[in-house]
């Protein structure tokens, strides 16, 4: 965890360039101050709010910033937040918070897996399978569509209608909420379906390092991708599609929309493999101030002067998740492009972290829904942690594994000579310097002294120490 007493990491550029490193540091400061606030009535535990607009942890929140972020920056927060967005269920078991945005649940087990790689906590990595386990048979019992091979319901990050083509979205529904439509609850999403594949993968991870068996959970991530490409995949547009309709007379048709957070998530979780993935890098759509959320736009209600807020519309959070999808694809020229679309959107917006931005004049901008232009609201958590994910997981390329850290850094040449100073991990602080550009690590030093092992970084080193990255 960060220490409040001592400085907290900093980024330094070669160049000189301020803005990126004031923009690193102010995102620190709306995740570790802003945002980190007490339980309620004042009493601990601490958690990690939504942000300025949303006092309150939700399940996705709650997930993404964790898995982004804060599970290295100040695990104990992490932990507890996660642990907040759970509950007693009718079974007597703990499981994921049973509320209505129940699509995606399971990001949850992604971020508690990953929580266990970056902190070693064995005792929540029990208690997170458990949760995982007893969660995903809820959602396998109601959700599941054997038909299809896959998993109804919402797409990650659109709980409005206004992220929704006609059908689901019904003329004389007055409702936002998306499941106030009824085929909406019968649409299976890209996003959402890789968020399971993740999660699958991440029970698995559970499973072994706890000693239950995981093959199952293995196989089942297997054949759950294998169905995003038989009933997803378009390939005369080169890209997935936004989701197939389960239900009406569109029932089996794919709406032929791209969704960002679905590419990125397909990428992320190895649905999108080999000649797709580099499709799918190629193909996916960018407006002038990046990736959007949906595109294009639903034109009987949204346009390019009223754009509908969970439509072609900027979400930050989402462009992270492009942007580290990219990263981890070799695509050091299209991360750069993500990277610096979201440190124009913050130093535009006098370096503050709004939950969204117009994808065409770059202000912040609610967006259009049933007829009301929403506000979009400060001091988003998810947006400041999209910057700390693709500094951290894009451009260090930190991988976390059971045994330590190891490194594979992205840098495009503006980054050549980088130092971030000042990185906890767990009992230790790194100092990470990154010579030359590139994709292609030629030398990795700890300490002056060369490593050549798989882990660059021990789980159990402790101190402060010095990690340089050499590419070429």
Known sequence: MVDENNSLPAL?????????????????????????????????????????????????????????????LEPEVARDTLLVVTEIGPAGRRVIVQDNQWWDQVIWVIAAWQHV????????????????????????????????????????????????????????????????????????????????????????????????????????????????NDRLWIEEDGCYGYFVHGAGDKADTISRHQEAAGLALALMFGVASGRRRDLVLANAHRETHGVVNVWPHFPERYSDERPGRHNVICWPMVMGLFGEAAARAGEAGLFDQTLRDLETLFADSGDQFFELYNAGTGEPDGGWQQGHHWDSEPD??????????????????????????????????????????????????????????????????????????????????????????GLG
């Open 380 to 469: 988003q958590t998810w947006s400041a942690t999209a910057l700390l994910r693709l500094l951290h997981l894009g451009l260090l390329g930190i991988r976390y594994e059971v045994r330590g850290v190891s490194f594979a850094p992205v840098v495009p040449p503006r980054f050549d000579g980088a130092v971030l100073t000042g990185l906890p991990y767990r009992q230790a602080t790194l100092d990470i310097s990154l010579s030359g550009h590139g994709r292609v690590l030629t030398a990795a030093r700890l300490d002056g002294e060369p490593v050549t092992g798989p882990v660059h970084i021990p789980a159990n080193l402790t101190g402060r120490h010095r990690v340089e990255l």
């Open 12 to 72: 330094t550029l070669a160049g000189g360039d301020a803005t990126l490193p004031r923009l690193y540091a102010a995102a620190l400061a709306c995740l570790l101050q802003t945002n980190t606030v007490p339980g309620p009535g004042g009493a601990p535990p601490r958690f990690i709010r939504a942000g300025g607009g949303y006092p309150e942890p939700w399940t996705r929140d709650a997930s993404i910033n964790a898995w982004s972020a804060a599970s290295l």
């Open 117 to 228: 790689l970056v902190t070693g906590d064995g005792a929540f990595a029990k208690l997170a399978f458990a949760v995982g386990r007893d969660s995903l048979a809820i959602l396998d019992r109601d959700r599941y569509r054997p038909a299809y091979g896959l998993y109804a319901g919402g797409a990650l990050m659109q709980d409005g209608i206004s992220g929704y083509p006609q059908p689901p979205n019904e003329p004389g529904i007055g409702s936002s909420f998306v499941l106030d439509y009824p085929r909406a609850r019968e649409i299976m999403c890209l996003s959402t379906n890789a968020v399971y594949v993740g999660a699958l993968r991440s029970l698995a991870a559970l499973a072994e390092l706890t000693g239950a068996p995981s093959a199952d959970y293995r196989a089942r991530a297997g054949r759950l991708s294998d169905a995003i």
